[in-house]
């Protein structure tokens, strides 16, 4: 994808980060950037100004929680042009492994984190029980959510490279 890509397809998407005053509240704020090498503001920069990020390993740093989004002060949807250009980049064929391992785990179980026996052990020793509302207690409520993966090609998207 070329520079203007990216920029157009923010645009596209109702996503706006040419008002960025380069604040810093974003990256302040970020509590991922804390633990990892994640600087939004710079993403948002980047995005701004057209470069290609598609391959920076940073946007996949981003848990997402949205703090940066709450806390602008030009109401900028940070944490949405991260999604959008992670989405860019799957699309090009980018993605860490790790998330593409877990892409893949949904696939198979329904579950980034599929509940193992500990956890289920963990479970009754809470008084809950050992299963959850999930796929995991209704097998065929799995290839429900396997056949709406494989009809947006979540599958081919998230396959390894």
Partial sequence: MNES????A???AGLEVLTCMQCGTCTGSCPSGRYTSLNTRRIVRSARTG???????????CTTCY?????????IKIADTILTIRTLAVHEGFMLPAHRKVSQLVLESGHA????????????????????ETVHKYPDALKDVQTLLQSCEFDKLTADK
Avoid at 113 to 132: C, F, G, S, T
Wanted: proline share 6%.
């Fill in 51 to 61: 470069k290609n990020i598609l391959q920076d390993e940073n946007l996949w740093m």
């Fill in 5 to 8: 890509g990216i920029s157009s």
């Fill in 113 to 132: 984190v599929p509940i193992n026996d500990d956890v289920k052990e963990k479970r009754k020793k809470l008084q809950m029980e050992a299963i959850p």
């Fill in 10 to 12: 923010l645009k596209e």
């Fill in 67 to 75: 703090t940066c989004q709450e806390r602008c002060p030009r109401d």
